[in-house]
């Protein structure tokens, strides 16, 4: 049994989870990072992840938290500007799913309601019969995310949560995305609806750091970034307004999540 199995699955384990689990912990964790002294765990976090990071732009890092939200180097995340096609915001493991009946199912045993996710019963009726896209990230991956497409967005609507691992194991154990700290704001597009985008903070994700309010904004235009610790993007679709590309919806079908890079096409207006 690893850890994460040991917290999540046992009786006393969730007793220790729950102050780790806390805004406290992740703040405080936040903080330890943001410090000089932590650029000493960055080749260790290198090695034990065996990453690549020829195609990022290393000259300004001064804390592990600074290498975590590392920039790209231009050019290495290509936007797909045809106007008929829906990007991925993010790098990741994607997953899509239908939202029947108000209920959307993430992952295996971890089912929840629009309204539990949104907090808004009726924001939560505008998606139903839609799609909802899962973009899991992983500690490794590139920590920043951008506008899914072009449009005017509302303001940010936080909402105040815990701070979970988004691994499988809790999300076996836990309703995680309706317990943890969130963010989300409605983008107002000309070819796909309204596109509701959520950033989901994690065990350890103290901070969902957005750019900027309501406002016009660009497909492809960073949005923000995540800190340390493996996370998720949520996009909320309406129903009739997008075709997922058939390769996802087929991998999705199996239960599988696949790869996907920012900027990447994920779907086709309808």
């Known amino acids: 049994m690893n850890t994460l199995e040991f917290l999540y699955g046992t009786a006393f384990g969730r007793i220790l989870l729950r102050?780790?689990?806390?805004?406290?912990?992740?703040?405080?964790?936040?903080?330890?990072?943001?410090?000089?002294?932590?650029?000493?765990?960055?080749?260790?976090?290198?090695?034990?992840?065996?990453?690549?990071?020829?195609?990022y732009d290393l000259t300004r890092i001064h804390s592990f938290n600074d290498?975590?939200?590392?920039?790209?180097?231009?050019g290495m995340r290509p936007v797909d500007m045809e106007p008929g096609h829906l990007i991925a915001p993010c790098d990741g493991l994607l997953k899509v799913y239908t939202?029947?009946?108000?209920?959307?199912?993430?992952?295996?045993?971890?089912?929840?309601?629009?309204?539990?996710?949104?907090?808004?019963?009726?924001?939560?009726?505008?998606y139903e019969g839609g799609t909802c896209a899962v973009f899991r990230l992983c500690v490794n991956h590139y920590h920043r995310y951008c506008y899914a497409d072009t449009g005017r967005k509302s303001g940010n609507c936080r909402i105040s949560g815990?701070?979970?691992t988004v691994r499988p194991v809790a999300l076996a154990h836990r309703p995680v995305f309706t317990q943890n700290a969130r963010?989300?704001?409605?983008?107002r597009t000309a070819r796909f609806g309204t596109i509701l985008q959520m950033e989901v903070g994690a065990m350890l994700v103290g901070r969902i750091r957005n750019l900027k309010g309501a406002g016009q904004v660009i497909r492809g235009e960073e949005k923000g970034m995540f800190q340390y610790g493996g996370s998720t993007i949520i996009l909320l679709l309406e129903k009739e307004k997008v075709r997922i590309r058939q390769t996802i919806l087929e991998a999705s079908?199996?239960?599988?999540?696949?790869?996907?890079?920012?900027?990447?096409?994920?779907?086709?207006?309808?």
């Open 67 to 74: 290498f975590f939200c590392r920039p790209i180097k231009p």
């Open 162 to 164: 815990r701070f979970h």
């Open 99 to 126: 939202i029947s009946e108000d209920r959307i199912l993430p992952v295996k045993q971890s089912a929840f309601t629009l309204k539990e996710l949104l907090q808004d019963e009726n924001l939560a009726k505008r």
């Open 19 to 55: 102050p780790l689990a806390g805004k406290h912990v992740s703040a405080l964790s936040g903080r330890l990072l943001d410090t000089g002294a932590s650029k000493v765990l960055i080749p260790v976090f290198i090695r034990r992840y065996h990453m690549d990071v020829s195609e």
């Open 183 to 187: 963010e989300y704001t409605l983008i």
């Open 253 to 270: 079908l199996r239960g599988e999540e696949i790869p996907v890079r920012m900027g990447e096409w994920i779907g086709t207006e309808l």
